[in-house]
């Protein structure tokens, strides 16, 4: 008799807020729902991992794929340069631990997929930097309309044909949901861009060709019932 095969486990990155359940208003760690529904709705096992004091190695071990999420501006002292007046409060925290766990994911050919905020942490990771306010680069706030909110955000992007990123979204032309004011300005070392906004150019998808799969995506497909993105994440971490 074969073995049954154990679903993968994908790694969720995420924040520690404060946040109000219940009775409690406290400090806790923080993802948006709809990140962990897209794995489960996948066959994946989502866990939900906090910044980490003692490093990413041990939990590595444990996870066949890393997810980072969206969230707050990543620090500009990361990428060498002062911080936008927009900029919002840093999370160092945050910060330190997702780029070192790009760093060892990376380092392991570890499927990752980085979503918004995950994407700038990959490219910054590999030498790269950021657009820190959009509006000043495209004169308008096409990719942040609504604040809290993904509707009125929506944009279509364009993916190169035969991509990992067109291939895990399916399709090579689409509409996609949005948050966020920056944007990749100068590629990290390795890595590819594999998307871009129809409308103004920005930078939507980016991969690294030589790992298994590493892809980043400037849009929120957690945010998309019919978006394959995430499951492509779990499919890499099965297949691994």
Do not use: K
Not at 88 to 104: I, N, T
């Amino acid at each position: 008799m074969s073995p049954v095969s154990q679903p993968p486990v994908i790694g969720i990155a995420c924040a520690v807020l404060r946040a109000q359940w219940g009775p409690w208003d406290q400090p806790g760690a923080v993802v948006g729902a709809d990140y962990i529904l897209q794995v489960q709705r996948a066959g994946g096992v989502a866990v939900v991992i906090p910044p980490d004091p003692a490093g990413p190695g041990t939990l590595l071990d444990r996870i066949d794929a890393l997810m980072l999420t969206g969230g707050s501006d990543l620090e500009a002292c990361a990428y060498a340069q002062e911080a936008h007046t927009a900029a919002e409060d840093p999370d160092r925290a945050r910060d330190a631990y997702e780029m070192a766990l790009v760093r060892e994911a990376l380092a392991r050919d570890m499927p990752l997929l980085g979503i918004c905020r995950g994407m700038q942490i990959l490219n910054v990771v590999l030498g790269g930097d950021l657009r820190q306010h959009l509006p000043e680069h495209v004169g308008a706030n096409t990719h942040c309309r609504t604040t809290g909110s993904f509707e009125g955000n929506e944009h279509l992007v364009t993916l190169t044909p035969g991509s990992l990123a067109a291939r895990a979204a399916g399709e090579a032309t689409h509409r996609v949901p949005s948050h966020h004011h920056q944007a990749i300005d100068r590629l990290g070392a390795g890595l590819v861009v594999s998307g871009l906004a129809q409308e103004d150019g920005v930078v939507e998808a980016i991969e690294a060709p030589g790992h298994r799969f590493v892809l980043g995506v400037q849009w929120h497909p957690e945010a998309d019932p019919s978006s394959p993105v995430i499951a492509a994440l779990v499919h890499a971490a099965r297949e691994r």
